[in-house]
């Protein structure tokens, strides 16, 4: 077992790395959702030219 973690080793630190970036990502996501900010980046909210404004920026 332990001479299979060795081989694998740079395979495992990389799945490490990579799912702790998305961890990160989400729980980014979660708290810019919960703080009422958009997904979308643009700051829309007021634009009516954006066909999104509904979708992403609630009327609060």
Known sequence: MFAWIV?????IVVCAVLL???VLIVV????DRKQGKGSCGANCAGCAH???A???HHQQ
């Open 20 to 22: 702790l970036v998305t």
């Open 28 to 31: 980014k996501l979660v708290r």
């Open 7 to 11: 081989q694998n080793l740079a395979t």
């Open 50 to 52: 954006c066909a999104n």
């Open 54 to 56: 509904s979708c992403c």
